[in-house]
């Protein structure tokens, strides 16, 4: 699962998505609300040959696309992974597609997180006690 959330590197996200479907990865693509701010869904679609996980209620889905994804995920990749989404992942909230995958994986899949903000929000100490947080239960970053 590649996971987008909303900075301004989202557009790398789609180069991204294009290299691991054409190393023949399965991947599933969660775009957050924020991460429709500056990419859209059909080039993700396009590349990866996959629906692309918008929401929680989506009505096509029977709301139960995140978790299908989760199930079948080996990787939950976050890229770009902003300041608000490594606490939303660290606190384990579930209030966007996003943060319900990531509290559905199987336990043997990897959390894989490529940050990116402003450096002065990376060196805050709230955003370095979440990937400390992240990092103790096996996150990668």
């Known amino acids: 699962v590649?996971?987008?959330?909303?900075?301004?590197?989202?557009?790398?996200?789609?180069?991204?998505?294009s290299l691991?479907?054409?190393?023949?990865?399965?991947?599933?693509v969660v775009l957050?609300?924020?991460?429709?701010?500056?990419?859209k869904p059909l080039p993700f679609q396009t590349l990866t040959k996959r629906r692309v996980i918008t929401s929680l209620y989506d009505e096509e889905e029977s709301g139960v696309a995140h978790v299908q994804a989760a199930d079948?995920?080996?990787?939950l990749l976050v890229?770009?992974?902003?300041a608000n989404t490594l606490a939303k992942l660290a606190l384990g909230l579930a209030d966007d597609?996003?943060?319900?995958?990531?509290l559905a994986l199987r336990p043997e899949a990897q959390?894989?997180?490529?940050p990116a903000?402003?450096?002065k929000m990376w060196r805050h100490a709230a955003t370095e006690a979440n990937v400390a947080t992240l990092t103790e239960r096996g996150a990668e970053f």
């Open 2 to 17: 590649l996971g987008v959330s909303g900075s301004i590197a989202a557009h790398k996200a789609i180069d991204l998505a």
């Open 20 to 28: 691991l479907a054409k190393a023949g990865c399965e991947v599933d």
């Open 32 to 39: 957050t609300r924020d991460a429709q701010q500056f990419v």
């Open 72 to 75: 079948r995920a080996d990787l």
């Open 79 to 82: 890229a770009p992974a902003t």
């Open 97 to 102: 597609a996003l943060g319900c995958v990531a």
């Open 111 to 114: 959390l894989l997180v490529a």
């Open 117 to 119: 903000m402003n450096g």
